[in-house]
């Protein structure tokens, strides 16, 4: 079996039930509701008690309907209308949009990843953690999928997934968090270091593969 293979089966499906609890909620927000987890789960219609495995708290799905849902919906309007079937255009373009964006709400971000750790060491210590619940939406791997999509035929899957995990690593608030709090760089500087390890990396990928597919 592949080291890459999917480990839960089920992540799909444990990923769009968080969605659905998202959307109730943001649907209860537009009326003018300010969602409690209990309200979310019953108009998503799941049980409380799933609700509150992936929102443990009222905080953690407001800052997720109100602070980031709302903000990341120009990298997907980016992505619906690309032009460009050169690969890495098209990561640069995500890489600029996603970064300048979490620059400009970097407090609500890190307030985000604050949350998510949070989220993640209760469902540790109450053991939901083995249950492979999503504690984030995941949101960069679809959008790594997209921009990946001309090399659909041209890299092994188990390839692709490498580099998709490996591209993961440079974009979001985790990554600038890093470039500014460990590495001590400003802003610009940070989105820079990290669009340049973007590219080395799918670049490093591409050569792998063209030397895998010339050897004997």
Known sequence: ????????????????????????????????????V???AEQARVSRATAYRYFPTQEALIVEVTGITPRVLEVDK????????DVETRLLQLQEK????????EAQFRTALRVYQD????SERN????NGFAVREGRRMRWLD???????????????RRLRGALALTMGIDSIATMKDVCGLEDQEALAVLRWVAIVLLRAGLKEN?????MP
């Open 98 to 105: 996603f970064g300048q964006i979490v620059l400009a709400e």
């Open 146 to 160: 997209k921009v990946l999509e001309p090399l659909h035929d041209a890299l092994p899957e188990e390839q692709k």
């Open 1 to 36: 079996m592949s080291s890459f293979a999917q480990k839960d089966p089920r992540a799909n499906q444990k990923a769009r039930t968080r969605e659905a609890i998202v959307e109730a909620a943001q649907q209860l927000h537009r009326g003018g509701i300010t969602p409690t």
């Open 38 to 40: 209990a309200q979310a």
């Open 119 to 122: 989220t993640w060491l209760r």
């Open 78 to 85: 980016l992505l619906e209308n690309l032009t460009t079937e």
């Open 210 to 214: 063209d030397t895998s597919a010339s």
């Open 127 to 130: 053991g939901d953690n083995k």
